[in-house]
């Protein structure tokens, strides 16, 4: 989960673990959704807004959306029968432009939580998040306990950073906080920091392109699972009676299983 605005800025980068992440730039705007029950020509075109910085769930490439959960977004439109056009807002303007009316829908990686819930309704979730350790192959660790004392590497403003913060202390001294997961994964492969603390879709999918390293991830059950949905305006039924309508659809034809093994592999 992203928690601020300070978390993502160096999209534009090769890390020594040879990962490559799509550069950032202005996105341009998509359309998609097809016509079905609802989806005539003069029919109402919902701007769904998120923020293309978050591989693999949002990302530019070559100035076009993509990612598990465009993909996600695209195909409920089509089986809810509505049409999207897509807008890179950026983070914080995402909320703005929901408030303001200029955005109608909003995805990306948005973990449910109460608090959000007394501004904005949520769909029903479309993912569901933990946090994963990454330690070295032959690391006796086996939780989060485990790594007192040792440095560990997370993307800083997110879930992971504050589940360190919360198990050792606001000032604990080994937590080092970078601007992107890569950065962290790659400090931990060249022996910088001890271990990488992050978000399952995220964390797997940056380990998961590092060739002949040996590493493991573990799942720590006091970790607490998270749920994203999707969000709009509170009160407006009209649009989030159609999200929900075409994201039960999707799980139901095996649709949002696809997407999902398609991004990160079989459950």
Partial sequence: MR?????FKSLALVVGVGVLLAGCGSGGQQTSGSGGASGGSGDKVYVVGTDAAYPPFQMLEA??????????????????GFKIEWKNTGWDPLFDGLDKGTVDIGISSITITEKRKEKYDFSDSYFEANQLILVAEDSPVTKLADL????????????????VKKAFGDTYEGL?????????????????????IGDNGVLSYYVNKVKDKKFKLI????FEKEFYGII??????DA???????????KENGK????????????
């Fill in 219 to 222: 799942k720590d059950d006091s």
């Fill in 148 to 163: 007192k004392g040792k440095k560990i590497g997370v993307q800083a403003a997110t879930t992971g950073e504050e589940v």
């Fill in 63 to 80: 100035d076009k959306i993509s990612g598990h959960d465009i993909d996600v977004m695209n195909a409920i439109a089509d089986a809810g």
């Fill in 240 to 250: 989030m009676n159609k999200i929900n309508d075409g994201l039960k659809k999707i």
């Fill in 256 to 267: 949002l299983q696809e997407i999902y093994t398609q991004y990160f592999g079989n459950k």
């Fill in 176 to 196: 080092k906080g970078y601007d992107d997961m890569p950065s962290s994964v790659d400090d931990f492969f060249n022996g910088r920091v001890d271990a990488v």
């Fill in 3 to 7: 928690i601020g605005t300070n978390w």
């Fill in 232 to 237: 709009v305006k509170k009160g407006n039924t």
